[in-house]
């Protein structure tokens, strides 16, 4: 287990050792939310980056990761605790063929044993390891009703079952809490939590990004991907493409041994960048040649 950091430059390290290039502001918040022990809110399009912070600092750390994947229509059940009702009906089924008596029947069914522990549940138990990391991923698809269910796990680190009573974290886990913005979060969520919004990275910090993740591309390559992929940021598309998606498009020119882009290689690969049919058929043929036309010529002036 690693100690926690001790300042904002030591956070840096630690996502740096982790391959996430962060910027101050981000490590400043992320920070804060593990010296004072609160909630990290991350906000901001898909594919931004905001679940690797969550899934680095569990590795740099030497954390358990514990994720709960939320989505419409989930609820205390698939996220805090169920009882294990088949084990349950069989333990009855034998209390019946004996001679216990249904009070310590009761008892015996709803204790410990018997409890199927959920993510928010898992993230309160202790670890030899130290308190894990909890991701609460893409919080913005999951129902009101739920999200307001989180708001004691979250001020008090602590879970209330009717048949055992409250169960309390001895040390509040890492929380890293995300949203692509779907639709709002409530404030009384928010408060509770210290707030970033992870945004798209400047050019620069990008291609310190791809040197990292696709170090095997040549430099060429990387700048004019880096290039593109910034102007098509610039355009009005249903779903501009994130930074996973930029590593996964130089991870696939790789692949087909393109040492730079031309048009023939962008229109044979945009389904690894744009994921909607109306987005691609607007980059492909011309635009996309006069879109690298221009990536190419803005290179070379600034070589």
């Keep these: 287990m690693t100690s926690l950091p001790a300042s904002v430059g030591e956070t840096l390290e630690l996502l740096k050792r982790g391959r996430y290039v962060a910027d101050r ?9 593990l010296a004072l022990k609160r909630p990290l809110f ?32 989930l609820d205390v059940a698939a ?49 030899v390891a130290g308190p894990p990391v909890l991701l609460i991923d893409e919080l913005d698809r999951t129902d009101e009703p739920f999200e307001a ?3 004691e796990v979250l001020s008090d680190f602590q879970v209330t079952i009717p048949e055992l009573g409250t169960i309390k974290a001895a040390e509040p886990p890492i929380v890293v809490i995300t949203s692509n913005r779907t639709r ?4 009384a969520l928010k408060r509770r939590c210290f707030y970033y919004w992870v945004d798209y990275p400047s050019a620069e910090r990008e291609l310190e990004i791809l040197r990292l993740k696709a170090p095997g591309a040549a430099e060429a390559l990387t700048r004019e991907v880096v290039a593109f992929v910034h102007k098509l940021r610039e355009m009005e598309l249903f779903k501009q493409p994130g930074v996973a998606e ?8 790789m692949q087909l041994d393109v040492l730079a882009l031309t048009p023939e290689a962008i229109d044979d ?13 607007k980059i492909q043929g011309s635009e996309a040649q006069r879109l690298l036309n ?8 600034a070589q």
């Design 184 to 187: 709002e979060i409530h404030d």
């Design 294 to 301: 221009q990536v190419k010529a803005e290179l070379a002036a």
């Design 269 to 281: 690969t945009l389904g690894v960048l744009l994921k909607y049919q109306d987005d691609i058929a």
């Design 149 to 151: 269910y989180l708001l």
């Design 25 to 33: 502001s981000l490590a400043t918040a992320a920070y804060l939310a």
């Design 246 to 253: 930029t590593i996964d498009w130089a991870q696939a020119l």
């Design 42 to 73: 991350l906000e901001g399009e898909a594919g931004v980056g905001k679940t690797e912070i969550a899934k680095v600092l569990a590795e740099t750390l030497g954390r358990k990761l514990i994720r709960l994947q939320c989505y419409e229509g």
């Design 79 to 127: 996220a805090v605790y169920e009882w294990n009702y088949a084990r349950q009906m069989i333990e009855i089924r034998l209390a019946e063929a004996g001679s216990e008596s249904r009070e310590t029947v009761e008892e015996e069914i709803f204790s410990e044993k018997f409890l199927i522990r959920r993510p928010l549940l898992q993230a309160l138990e202790p670890d």
